[in-house]
């Protein structure tokens, strides 16, 4: 058997210690799919087609981490209430269901070869590829911020060392000190992502002691998730710390100084000992470089089954996709991928197709015990995924009904990491 160069290039993955592709080499007929992005929606993406597909489906993960801190859970590392290991997972139990795990980025995606580069230079072909990288920062939404002033000013809008950093940070506040956090604009991940940090921002202060120190949230938005829940609770548990201002209050955000701390508004300027900048978000680098993103930075998908209004041969889940009415959120991505995972499969296998059918929830911790949530179902609808009925934590509700949401919050978390890491 003479090899091309395409599948010599294919075989140097064996580099990468992973079983790759030998039955394609070998002229077996396996479909390939390629999954880029290890997160809730590639992760869980790539373990159902392994799992449901037992093994008809050559399955390959290509995420540059060994291990994934979520962002989901990080707001109760900030606040004390979770270690920094209980939200670090890593692969090696998605390698064991039968997927090929490369610890790689993806370069680019060819779409007419259907070939994706790999940064060791390998090339993955592939039948199906699925994208699911996140967001990246638009760090210039903020004027004065930048990667580099983000290690002065953390955003903590993704996982890992920022959240170290964030952390570090609030533990060296001394009472008095101002924390200054700029919201960013929609859509981004998490709507109520935010206004829980600042949750557990003013939990850590009030469990310190402080009696002066101020948290002011500087928004681009005129409203928020769950905000009548989050407004009563911050009164209840943190009277007086928390100052939340829409554009009409503080005038527009002006920008930052990374080297003397300030946070400018058109009508005030901020010297803040901690800033928490999270700017705009877009679809992450490899969606938008693929051609798959719209104007809007985010990528369309077709609302029957997530896959790319752009290429019908890649499917786009998670945070970089245009999700209609449901959030950018882990369990969002998580649902949107057992959708994609079906439709895969239904695909390449022939086996049997249902109906899309989404949901979401989002938990935010307040103060101990004192959690609240919003939700609904989606389907697609008005060439969208539209959503269906839906809930949301009202005012004044009881002390056990908040203690409930926290503990359903803990076992979606450990169900929702069991299904994206095994
Ligand atoms: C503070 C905070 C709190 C949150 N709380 C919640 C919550 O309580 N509930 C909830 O449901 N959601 C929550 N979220 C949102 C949630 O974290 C995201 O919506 C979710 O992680 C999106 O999943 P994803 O798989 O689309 O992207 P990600 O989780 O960002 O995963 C993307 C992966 O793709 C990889 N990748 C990127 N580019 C490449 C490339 N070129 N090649 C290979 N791999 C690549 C990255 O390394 C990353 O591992 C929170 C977010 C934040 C910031």
Redesign the pocket.
Known sequence: MTLSRRKFTTLSLAALSMPVFAPAVLGQAKPRVVV????????TVARYLAKDSNGAIDVTL????KN?T??????LYVGGFRDFKSITHNYDKVRKSGVHVAH????SVDRDKKEVLLSNKSKLPYDRLVI????DLKFDSVPGYSEEAAQIMPH????GSQTELLVKKLNALKDGDTIVMVCPPNPY??PP?PY??ASMFAHVLKKKGHKKSKIVILDPKPTFSKQGVFMEGWEKHYPGMIEWQDPKMHGGIKGVDPKTGEVKTDLATYKAALANVIPAQMA???ARDAGLADQSGFCPIDPENMRSKIDANIYV????CIPGDMP??????NSQAKVAAMNIRGELTQSRVFPARYS?T???LIAPDDDIKVGANYEPGEGKIKQGPGFVSQKGESDDIRKANYRE?LDWYNG?VADTFG
Do not use: L
Not at 70 to 75: A, G, R, Y
Not at 132 to 135: Q, R, T, V, Y
Not at 317 to 320: C, L, T
């Open positions: 880029i992005g290890g997160g809730p929606g590639g992760g290509v995420e540059p981490q994934f979520t962002c989901f859970f990080s707001n790689v980025s993806a370069v699911a990288p996140g967001i903590a809008w993704k996982p991940r998490c992502g829980e940090r992450g680098k490899i889940v998670g945070d970089a950018k959120s882990a369990f969002s991505a979401n989002c938990w935010s919050s929702i």
